[in-house]
C-alpha cells in the first residue's frame, strides 16, 4: 500500500515535448508509471516519447484518457497557468516541478486550489514516487525500494541519500513525498503525516525538514497529539547563518524563526528520533523495523 | 534581493505614501546642494543594506548646508559592518510627534501577507515582537481580494490611532500593500511612520525585500541591484548560476541541492570541522559549472580542503567529474579535495577520476571525516 500514486495513476505530462519533461516522461515510463497523455498548446495530434498522445489543452486530455494525476515540466513564468488548468480541468493530483514561481502567484493559486478538489504537491520539488507502482517525478528509481517506510521532505537530493542509506540496510519505502522548498506550497508535513497515519501499508515515518518557517512544528504538534505511528526526523541548515537564504526560496531563518535548534526540539518533545545526519535515518529505522 | 532605503521609500511615494522631501547624494558637495534647496535642517542618512545604521553613526542631523557638507563628507566612505557607504540620502529632518511601525511580509503558515501595524515605532519590531507583543496588531489580507479598508481600520483603531489620522492612515496601509503586491516584495516596511508637527502622517524610514523568483518580471527593480549586497564572488557564483554564501570555516563545499548542501554542512560541524561556504550547483550541472565551482572554492585562502558531495540523478557524475578533472588541470590546487559521489553514472564518473587519485568514499559520514582529518593536515 502506499499513498496518493499507485497502480491507479493516470498520469499526464504538462511540458512533455520540453527536455526536461521528454527526459522525465520516459524515465517515469521505463520505471512502470502509467503514462497516459502529454499536454502541450500548439503539439496536439502529435506523439511524444514513443506513443504517448499529446493534445493542446489539458480539458482535452482528461476527456480522452481519464487522466487522474498530472506534473507539470513547464517553465516558471508558465507553471501558474499550467496548473490552475490542470485544477480546472478537474485533476486530482498535482504535482509541479518547476521552481522560481514567485510566492505571491502561489499564494494567489492556492487560495483557488482550495476551493477545489485538486491537490497541488509542490512547487520546486522532486514529486513522489511509490517504489515498485508509480513514479511521478525526477528521482532516480533504482535507488528506491518497496516497504513500509513513508517519507516526506522538503528537500531534493538530500532525500535520495536518506533512500540510499534506507535501500542499502534493506529497509523498503511505502511512498516518499518530496513537498518542495518554497515558502507557499501545496501539500505540507501535516497533510502528509495525516495520510501516512492512515495507511495501512505505512508502519513508519521519516520527516526530514529544514530551517525556515514552522512546518515543522506544526507537524510535531499533530505527532505528539494524534499520531500513533513512529517518526525518525533530521533537520537541515543547524550550521545555517540568520538572513541568509540556503538555496530554497524557503530555507532562510528571518527574525530569529525558523532555526533548526527550535524545529529539533519541537520534534523531540513530541517524541520524535532525530538524527544527527541522514545515514543515521537508516539505523533508526532499523530499530523500529 | 534587499532595496535601500532611499529606492523604497521612492517606491512607497509612488503609491500615494507621504515621504520627506529629499535626494541621494555621492559627494559631500552634492549633500550640500540638496540641503541648500529644502532650505530647511536635514539628516543625513547613510545608505548600506545592514541594520543599526544610526548606532554605527551613520544618520546625522545637520543645521545648515555647509554643515550638511561636512557630515556628508564624515559619513560617506564610512565603513558600517564591512560595507563602504557609497551614498548619502539628504531628507529634511522631520518634526516627530508620535512613531510608528507599519509592515507587511509574507506569513507562509498563513499563506497570506501580513499587515502589521504597532503604536511602537522606530524600534524594530521583532524587539516590540518579544517584549510587548501585545502592542502589534496584525490582519491578513486575502490574496485574491487585496487589502480591504475595514482591515485598514483594524490596524489603526487597534494601536489606538486618534480618529483625525485615521483615514491618512488607511490610504497609507492599503497603499503599502499595494506596493507589496505588486512590487513582489517578500517585507515592505516603514518604521517609522510618524506624526510631524503638520499633524501629517509621513513615511521617514522604509525597506522592501524582493522576491528573487519574481526579478525576471520585475526588471526595473531588479535593475536597482547594489553590486554590495553580496560579496564579489557571491555575485560572481550567481553569474554562473551557483548558489553560493560565504561561511568563516576550513572546509570548502560543493554539493547538488539545497537541502543535501546543508546537511552536508551540518555532518561537517558534527565531526568537528567547519564549513567555508554554502555551494549548491544545483539540477543538472555541467563540467562548466562544476569548474566555476571549484574556482570559487579555491580562491578562498582559508580552505584547507575540499569536499564534493554529488547524488546523482538530474546530475550526472560524469559530467561532474570531467569538471573536477579540468579544474584539477587548469587551476593550482593546494588543498585535499575529497569527492563522494553515487548515483547515476557513477561507475563513469568513479573512471575518470581514477587518475586523478583524489581520496573519495562512498558513505557521507566517512567522507566527511575524510576531509575534516584532511583540513587538520592528517591524512586517514
Redesign the interface.
Known amino acids: 500500500m502506499s499513498i496518493l500514486v499507485d497502480n491507479e495513476t493516470r498520469l499526464l505530462v504538462q511540458g512533455i515535448t520540453g527536455s526536461q519533461g521528454a527526459f522525465h516522461a520516459q524515465q517515469m515510463i521505463q520505471y512502470g508509471t502509467n503514462v497516459v497523455a502529454g499536454a502541450v498548446p500548439g503539439r496536439g495530434g502529435q506523439w511524444a516519447v514513443g506513443n504517448t498522445p499529446v493534445f493542446d489543452t489539458v480539458h482535452e486530455a482528461v476527456n480522452t484518457t481519464d487522466a487522474n494525476t498530472s506534473i507539470i515540466f513547464v517553465p516558471a513564468a508558465f507553471a501558474v497557468d499550467a496548473l490552475l488548468e490542470a485544477a480546472d480541468a478537474g485533476i486530482k493530483l498535482i504535482v509541479c516541478i518547476t521552481e522560481n514561481i514567485p510566492a505571491l502567484d502561489m499564494a494567489c493559486s492556492r487560495a483557488y486550489l482550495d476551493a477545489t478538489d485538486s491537490i497541488l504537491i509542490g512547487p520546486n520539488c522532486p514529486g513522489l514516487i511509490s517504489p515498485g507502482s508509480a513514479k511521478v517525478g525526477i528521482m532516480a528509481g533504482h535507488i528506491h525500494t518497496p516497504g513500509n517506510v513513508g517519507i516526506v521532505s522538503r528537500s531534493g537530493t538530500l532525500t535520495y541519500e536518506v533512500i540510499y542509506a534506507l535501500t542499502a540496510r534493506g529497509i523498503g519505502q511505502s511512498t516518499a513525498v518530496g513537498i518542495g522548498g518554497d515558502p507557499i506550497k501545496g501539500l505540507n508535513f501535516l497533510d502528509v503525516l495525516q495520510m501516512f497515519e492512515q495507511d495501512s501499508g505505512t508502519e513508519q515515518v521519516v520527516l526530514i525538514g529544514e530551517i525556515g518557517g514552522a512546518d515543522e512544528q506544526v507537524a510535531a504538534d499533530y505527532i505528539s497529539t494524534e499520531m500513533r505511528k513512529p517518526v525518525i526526523a533530521f533537520i537541515a541548515g543547524q550550521t545555517a547563518p540568520p538572513g541568509r537564504r540556503m538555496g530554497h526560496a524557503g530555507a532562510i531563518i528571518s527574525g530569529g524563526e525558523g532555526t533548526a535548534a527550535e524545529k529539533i526540539e519541537a520534534l523531540q518533545s513530541a517524541g520524535v528520533a532525530i538524527a544527527r545526519h541522514p545515514e543515521e535515518i537508516a539505523e533508526l529505522a532499523a530499530l523500529n523495523v | 534581493m534587499k532595496l535601500h532605503e532611499y529606492q523604497s521609500k521612492r517606491i512607497f511615494a509612488e503609491y500615494g505614501v507621504p515621504i520627506p522631501d529629499g535626494d541621494i547624494a555621492t559627494t559631500p558637495a552634492e549633500a550640500r546642494a540638496i540641503a541648500e534647496r529644502i532650505g530647511k535642517p536635514v539628516v543625513i542618512k547613510s545608505q548600506v543594506l545592514v541594520g543599526g545604521r544610526g548606532k554605527a553613526g551613520g544618520i546625522k542631523l545637520a543645521q545648515t548646508p555647509a554643515e550638511a557638507e561636512e557630515v556628508a563628507g564624515g559619513i560617506l566612505g564610512m565603513d558600517i559592518k564591512g560595507l563602504t557607504v557609497q551614498k548619502v540620502l539628504v531628507d529634511e529632518a522631520a518634526d516627530i510627534r508620535a512613531e510608528i511601525y507599519l509592515g507587511a511580509v ?1 506569513d ?2 498563513a ?3 501580513a499587515i502589521m501595524a504597532s503604536s511602537e515605532g522606530g524600534v524594530e ?2 524587539e516590540v ?1 518579544a517584549q510587548t507583543p501585545e502592542k502589534i496588531v496584525t490582519v491578513h489580507v ?3 481580494l487585496g487589502m480591504q479598508g475595514y482591515q485598514a481600520r483594524q490596524l489603526a483603531f487597534g494601536i489606538g490611532l486618534s480618529k483625525e489620522y485615521i483615514p491618512a492612515f488607511t490610504r497609507i496601509a492599503q497603499s503599502l500593500y499595494r506596493a507589496f ?1 505588486e512590487s ?1 516584495a ?1 517585507l515592505a516596511e516603514i518604521n517609522p511612520l510618524i506624526v510631524n508637527g503638520d499633524n501629517q502622517l509621513e513615511a521617514v524610514d522604509g525597506k522592501i525585500l524582493l ?4 526579478l ?2 520585475q526588471t526595473e527593480l531588479a535593475s536597482m541591484r547594489d553590486p554590495d549586497e553580496d560579496s564579489a564572488t557571491e555575485t560572481e557564483a550567481r553569474e554562473a548560476g551557483l ?1 553560493y ?1 560565504d ?1 568563516d570555516g576550513e572546509i570548502g563545499c560543493m ?9 552536508t ?6 565531526y568537528g570541522g567547519n ?1 567555508a561556504n ?1 555551494l ?1 550547483i544545483g ?1 543538472g550541472a555541467g563540467a562548466d559549472k562544476v569548474l566555476a565551482a571549484l574556482r570559487i572554492i579555491l580562491r578562498d585562502t582559508r580552505v584547507k580542503a575540499v569536499l564534493i558531495n554529488i ?4 546530475t550526472r557524475c560524469d559530467e561532474v567529474a570531467n569538471g573536477i578533472v579540468e579544474a584539477i588541470n587548469s587551476l593550482n590546487v593546494k588543498v585535499p579535495i575529497v569527492v563522494r559521489m ?3 553514472n557513477e561507475e563513469e564518473g568513479r573512471q575518470i577520476l581514477a587518475d586523478s587519485k583524489l581520496p573519495s568514499a562512498n ?3 566517512e567522507a566527511v571525516q575524510m576531509a575534516v582529518a584532511a583540513a587538520k593536515g592528517e591524512s586517514k
Open positions: 509574507l507562509r503558515g499563506r497570506k501577507v519590531i521583532e515582537a486575502h490574496p485574491l503586491f513582489d517578500s522576491d528573487d523568483s519574481a525576471p518580471r548558489s554564501i561561511l554539493v547538488n541541492g539545497a537541502g543535501l548542501a546543508m546537511a554542512m551540518d555532518i561537517i560541524k558534527l564549513p554554502f549548491d539540477g547524488f546523482g540523478g538530474i553515487v548515483g547515476v558513505r557521507l559520514s
